[in-house]
């Protein structure tokens, strides 16, 4: 199997290293993983692509490389550069630090990165993992995610039929802020929303006068309804959430259709 890595916090992100060693399990001694990830930090840039500009790609090592871009640069590069001709069975994109359930996935350059790859026609799985009281001051705070990963990934390839038509189907994985022996179990279930949550700015003035705004995010750790990714993680449970790249509300087509 040759797997094709990325992320969103970076190529030295400790996520990645957590990434690499899942991949690596699932490749096996006679697959491949290669990594092409963001040179800097790149969360919160969602599907964004360098359109306007080049994008500077470096080799760091064996199958190792850093693009200065997006994860979804990061993916085009892995694609149709530095594995140009050569198939590829999957794309992992994170481990993420933080979730990305509900309203996060909107956002998030690890669920870009795996969107892309979708795009492409490829086999692709975000993977975040939750941060809060029970996993934040453990040694290894992507515990659950590194016990539990390549299992995860492997039941998931073993149901996963490839688009015939239409947008291909990307997946979502988060995993609660417990140990890994604290994972109750997993739940298939759709995108959330934290109610009265949404990024906001903070303003402040630089001691040359210029005005900045940092984004600032909203509390991760409310009560939300029950059968959703975030009550899902927030209960100790690995999510599940199929996702395509198509934004339509396709409940609403029929009630606007007195507009034609």
Known sequence: MRILITNDDGINAPGLQTLTAIASELAGPTGEVWTVAPAFEQSGVAHCISYAHPTMIAKLGE????????????VLAGVHDVLAGKPIDLVLSGVNRG???????MYSG???????????GLTAIALSQYYGPGNVDLED????????????????????????AGYNTFYNVNFPATPAAGVKGLRVVP????????????????????????????NQHGQVPEGTDIAANQAGFISVTPMRADLTAHDLLDTLKGLE
């Open 63 to 74: 199958r190792r490389y850093a693009a200065e871009g997006s994860p979804a640069d990061c």
């Open 99 to 105: 979730n990305n359930s509900g309203e996060n996935a």
């Open 110 to 120: 690890t669920l870009g990165g795996a969107m892309e790859a979708a795009l492409q």
């Open 141 to 164: 705070p992507f515990e659950a995610a590194a016990a539990h990963g390549a299992d995860v990934v492997r039941r998931l390839l073993a149901l996963h039929k490839p688009a015939t």
């Open 191 to 218: 995108q959330g929303l934290r109610p009265d949550t949404s990024f906001s700015v903070t303003p402040q003035t630089s001691p040359s006068g210029r005005r900045f705004l940092w984004a600032q995010g909203g």
